[in-house]
């Protein structure tokens, strides 16, 4: 071999092993964004009690959060095409430590209002991440294999959601859930101060982390990467718009996020009722704290809160298995299969009591586990240059997560919170319809 021949195979060599680390940096994205959005859960329960709202005022927490995507998508796309993904990875981790930083004032003041806008701040930085990250990663690799990739990085974003309401459950939670009782106002104001602290703790470390992490990408912005740019730019033009399957794909990633968020936000205080666990949550919170030979028993909403980690986790175990389905089988066969299980499971969890009730909604996550990258992947092929576009389009119709939740909460205020599961019911119908149209081929060209 010659000296110009091993020049090039070293360089070739280098260029795969730098591309390897690449896509693990942008893998651990996916953890540290799900990490982040499933702290919402235990703080819906907790924000829930501490100020005394109903379920549809506790879900204006999700609807501040998913908004975000909404407003911040078209612009994120545009950054995008603009900067390239590292550049756009970095500010978007610079956004979301400076909503994390926003938990301070809110919990100093202890102001509802101000929670949300630290809420809004972060969803921002999500933003930007998902509409660089899920193209990225696809990008980073043969379009042959997409679907897998982004499914296997998915399993890593499930991978945070399920550490995520353990954690938080862990530190938020840590007080319960208690409503406070009649106080003369200023008493009050200092009881919710208290416990508002504790809420921003969390917050606070993470911005520290998040701001390192941006740091780590800005200096990584050199590195060769990807196209990102787009023939247009914004993504509301006839040619992308004139696109069957990432319209359907659009109205599907809204109607997943939304069911998948809703059960999410509503499970803590689900597994309390009294047709669940109720009190019992109690009793086996003093049972894993003997097994882990812990002095101080976890209360009733710890417990709750933790047992939420089961329904992200199946989510991630779905994926890790999904990936390797997925490689093997049509993707929008495998979405429709799943799609209707998640369904039935909704639908058989509001029906149920007890135990069968908490398993049935809990394995909502596996039957979850592969409709994300898998919408997300179907509904992006064959785009060519306006992927960038494509991708911020799917990532505005994530403010499903802001509009589902609401109905979801305003129904659980109207016919009980178990009944309420009908909303995400019907959001999985819709999502069986798509995988099925798409692995027909019937109405949802790409191109």
Same mark, same amino acid.
């Given at each position: ?30 953890? =540290? ?10 703080? %819906? ?16 927490? /999700? ?16 950054? &995008? @095409? ?34 949300? &806008? ?19 990663? !696809? ?37 319960? =859930? ?9 008493? &009050?104001?200092?009881?919710? +101060?208290?416990?508002? /602290? #504790? ?47 990432l319209l359907f794909g659009a109205a599907? #990633?809204?109607?997943?996020?939304g069911a998948e968020v809703s059960i999410?936000? *509503? ?5 309390? /009722? ?21 002095? =101080? ?16 986790? &199946? ?16 993707? @929008? ?14 639908? @058989? ?11 049935? +909604?809990?394995?909502? *996550?596996?039957?979850?586990? %592969?409709?994300?990258? =898998? ?22 119709? %994530?403010? *499903? ?5 609401? %109905?979801?909460? !305003? ?24 995988g099925w149209l798409a692995a027909r @081929? ?6």
């Open positions: 071999m010659g000296l110009g021949t091993m020049h090039q195979a070293r360089g070739a060599a280098e260029s795969v092993a730098g591309g390897r680390r690449m896509a693990a940096l942008v893998v651990s994205l996916f953890f =540290t964004w799900g990490f982040v959005t499933v702290l919402n859960d235990p703080l %819906i329960a907790k924000l829930k009690s501490l100020f005394a709202l109903n379920y549809a005022e506790a879900m204006l927490t /999700q609807f501040a959060f998913f908004l975000g995507y909404f407003i911040f998508s078209a612009p994120a796309g545009a950054i &995008l @095409g603009r900067f390239g993904y590292v550049r756009s990875i970095a500010l978007g981790l610079a956004i979301m430590a400076w909503g994390c930083l926003l938990f301070a004032p809110a919990a100093r003041l202890a102001f509802y209002p101000l929670f949300l &806008l630290a809420l809004f701040s972060v969803a921002s930085g999500i933003t930007i991440l998902q509409v660089a990250a899920n193209p990225y990663i !696809a990008a980073l690799g043969a379009a042959s294999s997409a679907h897998s990739r982004l499914t296997l990085a998915q399993a890593f974003n499930s991978l945070g959601t399920f550490v995520g309401p353990f954690i938080g459950a862990l530190f938020i939670l840590q007080t319960g =859930t208690a409503t406070p009782a009649a106080l003369p106002p200023a008493q &009050l104001q200092a009881l919710r +101060v208290h416990e508002a /602290q #504790i809420v921003q703790r969390p917050f606070l470390v993470l911005a520290g982390l998040l701001l390192a992490y941006a740091m780590l990408f800005w200096r990584l912005r050199h590195r060769p990467a990807p196209s990102s740019a787009s023939a247009h730019a914004t993504p509301f033009h006839g040619a992308l718009l004139g696109r069957p399957r599907c #990633i809204f109607a997943y996020v999410g936000s *509503g499970l803590t205080n689900f597994l309390l /009722q009294p047709s669940v666990f109720g009190t019992r949550a109690a009793s086996l919170g003093a049972s894993a704290a003997a097994w882990l030979h812990l002095a =101080t028993p976890f209360n009733a909403a710890q417990m709750a809160g933790a047992m939420v980690s089961l329904y992200w986790g &199946l989510a991630m175990l779905g994926r890790f298995g999904g990936s390797y389905v997925l490689s093997k089988a049509a993707p @929008g066969r495998v979405l429709s299969v799943h799609a209707l299980a998640a369904m039935v499971l909704a639908l @058989g969890a509001s029906l149920a009591a007890g135990p069968a009730a908490a398993a049935a +909604v809990l394995a909502i *996550g596996l039957a979850n586990s %592969i409709m994300f990258p =898998t919408i997300f992947t179907l509904a992006l092929e064959q785009l060519g240059d306006e992927t960038a576009n494509g991708s911020a389009l799917l990532c505005m119709a %994530i403010v *499903g997560g802001a509009i589902i939740p609401v %109905i979801y909460g !305003a129904t659980a205020d109207a016919i009980g919170l178990g009944h309420a599961l009908i909303v995400p019911a019907a959001c999985y119908l819709l999502i069986a319809l798509y @081929g019937l109405g949802l060209r790409s191109a």
